[in-house]
């Protein structure tokens, strides 16, 4: 069975400073997705970012980027710039990969990390 | 972008009664959805996976007589707790996938909060 474990329960940096949340996962699977989800105060899950382990080219949207070490498996989030928005819990996220027919694959979920953006 | 919303957003129920929330992918069709518990400030738990025109399979621990659930279209599915205590309060989210994004994404609705008294 895959795990996800997320290290950090609560950071917490000032308004335009970089922060990394760290997540590492287990898994024999040779092909899978990895996400970073973001759940504001409003609970509303929102995708951040997406990363797809066949691929070795590192994940960007915008600010966040991820640095994805298969080996290791290891697979963090880097927030540039941090706003106050940027106010959430984040979680990491492992799925294997879709099966054709049978469709979706669940979602393992880390404990998450609070992150608070100070003004 | 793929919207998913749920209703109610909130309810309150007596202790003993049952309580339907539903599901629905608003702009794309969802072969697969899936339905968490989330407790306060902790991660979703799965609950079980909802696949359209089938019986949900659920997660080890989970009840299927108290927790029913019915996907009888590619864009509703419904979770019914059935005769609620107060255990069972919480914060209720679906998810569901697109069936034609190969990456597998899921898109999440907004939550159903849940008070039994």
């Known amino acids: 069975a895959q795990t996800v474990t997320q290290s950090q329960p609560e950071m917490s940096v000032q308004e335009a400073e970089t922060v990394t949340l760290s997540c590492t996962y287990d898994?024999?699977?040779?092909?899978?997705?990895l996400f970073w989800y973001k759940q504001p105060p409003s609970r509303q899950m929102i995708l951040v970012i997406r990363?797809?382990?066949?691929?070795?080219q590192n994940a960007t949207e915008n600010r966040f980027s991820v640095n994805f070490q298969k080996a290791a498996k290891s697979f963090s989030l880097k927030i540039s710039d941090s706003q106050l928005g940027d106010t959430a819990m984040y979680f990491c996220?492992?799925?294997?990969?879709?099966?054709?027919?049978?469709?979706?694959?669940?979602?393992?979920f880390g404990q998450g990390t609070r992150l608070t953006i100070n003004p | 972008g793929a919207v998913v919303s749920q209703h109610p957003s909130w309810v309150i129920c007596k202790s003993g009664t049952s309580v339907k929330i539903e599901c629905r992918s608003l702009?794309?069709?969802?072969?697969?959805m899936f339905w968490y518990r989330q407790f306060p400030k902790q991660s979703l738990m799965l609950m079980a996976t909802?696949?359209?025109?089938?019986?949900?399979?659920?997660e080890q621990g989970v009840e299927k007589d108290k927790f029913l659930i019915n996907h009888a279209s590619l864009t509703l599915s419904t979770l019914t707790v059935t005769s609620a205590h107060p255990e069972d309060s919480s914060f209720y989210i679906c998810?569901?996938?697109?069936?034609?994004?190969?990456?597998?994404?899921?898109?999440f609705g907004p939550g159903t909060r849940l008070t039994v008294t």
């Open positions: 998810s569901a996938r697109d069936r034609e994004a190969p990456s597998g994404e899921q898109y």
């Open positions: 898994t024999s699977e040779n092909n899978y997705y």
């Open positions: 990363q797809e382990a066949y691929k070795q």
């Open positions: 996220a492992f799925m294997k990969l879709p099966i054709p027919i049978q469709g979706a694959q669940k979602l393992v």
């Open positions: 702009d794309f069709q969802a072969t697969t």
């Open positions: 909802s696949n359209e025109g089938s019986k949900a399979t659920y």
